[in-house]
T-cell receptor, first 115, second 117 residues
């Protein structure tokens, strides 16, 4: 069982659909992150949660709605997406960054295609 | 705002040879962390090496080592005895070490490394 698991691995959705991405970490970490990796662009942070509280929202459009019910699970709810939202969405986790947690551990990502 | 720049979109190296990937960054902070991550075709980002800015000694992990030049804001990765399994996209990343930081990583654009047999 890998440290950070993301499901599904691939997702194709229409612009009117509603879907959710799931991330689960088995590392005992307190912080979880969503990153977006688009072609020919650097990875961009979307959201950060620490101890289930959102600590950063990087000006992400409201069609992306995160949810962190506990420190082990993170969701990204998607609705009325645009084709330009097609990308690889990566989840990561780390120890509390405020108290020394340094390395982030990543999942394998969800490849999202919006048609 | 902090930025990370990788000026080499692609690099290639012969198997068993040494290659150096470049990274520069810009920050006004004095305390931070720098990382190199590897992303193979499986897409999972794997941590290769980490450097704390307050440490003068360059980090080393087996065949991977860095040349950290704080004044020049340069952080290059040297891969020795390159292996076919080293072929991947490599990302340089920055993270603040301030007590209020959220753990946000700022990534460079990435360098695709090809290893030739």
């Amino acid at each position: 069982e890998t440290g950070v698991t993301q499901t599904p691995r691939h997702l194709v959705m229409g612009m009117t659909n509603k879907k959710s991405l799931k991330c689960e970490q088995h590392l005992g970490h307190n912080a979880m992150y969503w990153y977006k990796q688009s072609a020919k662009k650097p990875l961009e942070l979307m959201f950060v949660y620490n101890f289930k509280e959102q600590t950063e929202n990087n000006s992400v459009p409201s069609r992306f709605s995160p949810e962190c019910p506990n420190s082990s699970h993170l969701f990204l709810h998607l609705h009325t997406l645009q084709p330009e939202d097609s990308a690889l969405y990566l989840c990561a986790s780390s120890q509390d960054p405020r108290t020394g947690g340094t390395e982030a551990f990543f999942g394998q990502g969800t490849r999202l295609t919006v048609v | 705002a902090q930025t990370v720049t990788q000026s080499q979109p692609e690099m290639s190296v012969q198997e068993a040879e040494t290659v150096t990937l470049s990274c520069t960054y810009d920050t006004s902070e004095s305390d931070y962390y720098l990382f190199w991550y590897k992303q193979p075709p499986s897409r999972q980002m794997i941590l290769v090496i980490r450097q704390e800015a307050y440490k003068q000694q360059n980090a080393t992990e087996n065949r991977f080592s860095v040349n950290f030049q704080k004044a020049a804001k340069s952080f290059s990765l040297k891969i020795s005895d390159s292996q076919l399994g080293d072929a991947a996209m490599y990302f340089c990343a920055y993270r603040s070490a301030r007590g209020s930081n959220t753990g946000k990583l700022i990534f460079g654009q990435g360098t695709t490394l090809q290893v030739k047999p």
